[in-house]
């Protein structure tokens, strides 16, 4: 219990603690929140040109007061030209992209670099005016937070966040696409310096507090985070901004307990957490795909699976299948499992038989594959090779395309070896969304998924209009949408 204390509670304690985990929380909620639309735009090489950029800024700043009015360090003056150095960094920056053939990426590691370069040469040069410890400029110091600094990133901080609630949905749009927003008429290059102003004065109140490299991992890694958990912004923003609370409170504990630097201790928990959701994440992780990889059963097996299940035309077990499919019996197992879920097949006891749906299946991949034979011969293809090449080609079964290719040779009634081309999909019915012209006629349904009173053996009437599909059954009408209809196969009546 005695430890416990000593590693939870007793750092709780310290006023340096209390203070760098305050300030450090809100340079890290409003870079994690802003980081999300920084990810989303793709301009996450900008916060670290900013940041680096700032030193011409501080040196700036510094000099000026220095010479003119005698002072040293004045912390306003390094801020208003760490300001200044972030808005003509992000001008150059565009400039050079819209006048010349250099992508905008390109164009922010040139000027960024040379302004970054510009501020050390002017350090170096007026030395012996300005004295600013670049070590702590790069690493900053959390542990050491002043006053000023916390009240300055408090009311940047409050600023930016209101501007990001107030234009949310513009934000919102033009990050996910700029080219619908121009078309409606929201101005995506003022909204562009907005948010690049933004991330300009988060970058500017958080690095001298945080550091260089503090302040851009904030800006990156808890939205990096979030981002492989949802595919909505708004939670997006929430979670960025509870991983970026964590960061804080894990690295400054960290900290206290390796008795490290504050700065490098919390990108390396904020580092670690994101390296943890990466592997973990139930969606997006490395895990959930590699399981996802691991029971994922190819198109083509499921396809050769339903063909020789139908080809038996009785109920059989997987062992009987894996004679005709060659697979593993992992692969099988997934297969036949899949085919239950998906109604294509139901389970007998330990033998499995296909459904109508499966026999729907089967039958279009036995009309796809003789046309195909068909196609094949019609254009020279040695008769012994018709069947495997077919087989192969088989799996390309879009409807539109056997048809067309069917229609192409006159709509043949057999393939070469004299055997029937099916002309519909299965005992004579086929699906309504593959018929063109279809309205008001009378048909037996064979299969339907839905909970409108319609099932399979009705004879029913149907037509198809503007406003969709009905089904008149018993002087009742009941109106199907497509995705129901798509279940749907009919046979026509005689």
């Known amino acids: 219990m005695e430890t416990l204390y000593t590693l939870f509670i007793d750092p709780l304690t310290k006023i340096y603690f209390l203070k760098a985990l305050a300030g450090g929380s809100i340079?890290?909620?409003?870079?994690?929140?802003?980081g999300c639309l920084v990810i989303l735009q793709r301009m996450a090489f900008l916060g670290?040109?900013?940041?680096?950029?700032?030193?011409?800024?501080?040196?700036?700043?510094?000099?000026?007061?220095?010479?003119?009015?005698?002072?040293?360090?004045?912390?306003?003056?390094?801020?208003?030209?760490s300001l200044i150095s972030a808005f003509i960094t992000v001008f150059m920056i565009g400039f050079v992209a819209k006048v010349s053939r250099i992508k905008e990426d390109a164009s922010i590691g040139i000027m960024y670099t040379g302004v970054f370069a510009g501020g050390v040469v002017l350090v170096s040069v007026f030395g012996k005016y300005?004295?600013?410890?670049?070590?702590?400029f790069i690493m900053g110091d959390i542990l050491g937070i002043s006053d000023f600094d916390m009240v300055v990133s408090a009311i940047v901080s409050a600023a930016?966040?209101?501007?990001?609630?107030?234009?949310?949905?513009y934000f919102k749009l033009t990050s996910f696409d700029p080219v619908m927003a121009a078309s409606i008429g929201i101005p995506v290059l003022l909204f562009k310096y907005l948010f690049t102003g933004c991330v300009s004065l988060i970058v500017v109140s958080a690095v001298s507090m945080v550091g260089v490299i503090l302040v851009v991992g904030l800006l990156i890694t808890p939205a990096a985070t979030a981002y492989l958990l949802t595919d909505r912004l708004e939670k997006m923003m929430a979670l960025a901004a509870l991983f970026g609370f964590t960061s804080i409170l894990g690295g400054l504990y960290l900290s206290v307990w390796l008795n490290s630097a504050g700065g490098g201790a919390i990108m390396l928990f904020s580092t670690v957490q994101f390296l943890a959701v990466l592997v973990l994440a139930p969606r997006y992780g490395l895990l959930a795909d590699w399981l996802r990889r691991r029971n994922m059963v190819p198109q083509q097996v499921i396809e050769d699976i339903i063909a020789s299940m139908y080809k038996s035309g009785r109920a059989v077990t997987a062992e009987h299948i894996a004679g005709y499919v060659k697979v593993k019996a992992k692969v099988m197992r997934n297969a036949m499992k899949y085919l239950a879920e998906e109604g294509y097949a139901k389970p007998e006891g330990s033998e499995y038989v296909l459904t109508d749906k499966g026999k729907t299946e089967a039958l279009r991949l036995k009309k796809a594959h003789r046309v195909w034979e068909t196609y094949l011969h019609y254009m020279g293809v040695p008769e012994n090779e018709l069947h495997a090449k077919a087989h192969v080609l088989e799996h390309f079964n879009d409807h539109n395309a056997i048809d067309y290719i069917h229609g192409k040779m006159?709509?043949?009634?057999?393939?070469p070896h004299g055997a029937v081309i099916p002309p519909?999909?299965?005992?004579?019915?086929f699906c309504l969304t593959a018929v063109y012209g279809f309205s008001d006629k009378e048909v037996e349904i064979v299969s339907v998924d839905t909970d409108?009173?319609?099932?399979?053996?009705?004879?029913?009437?149907?037509?198809?209009?503007?406003?969709?599909?009905?089904?008149?059954?018993?002087?009742?009408?009941?109106?199907?949408t497509d995705e129901e209809v798509e279940t749907m196969t009919v046979r026509l009546l005689s």
């Open 424 to 429: 519909v999909y299965a005992d004579g019915s």
């Open 452 to 480: 409108k009173g319609i099932s399979a053996g009705d004879i029913v009437r149907i037509t198809h209009t503007d406003d969709g599909w009905q089904v008149h059954k018993d002087g009742e009408t009941a109106v199907l």
């Open 410 to 415: 006159g709509y043949p009634a057999t393939d």
């Open 130 to 136: 300005i004295h600013i410890d670049l070590m702590h």
């Open 48 to 81: 670290d040109a900013l940041s680096h950029a700032m030193i011409a800024g501080v040196g700036a700043g510094y000099l000026f007061m220095k010479l003119v009015f005698g002072v040293e360090a004045a912390a306003g003056a390094m801020l208003v030209g």
């Open 160 to 169: 930016v966040l209101s501007v990001i609630i107030l234009f949310f949905r």
């Open 27 to 34: 340079v890290a909620v409003v870079c994690a929140v802003t």
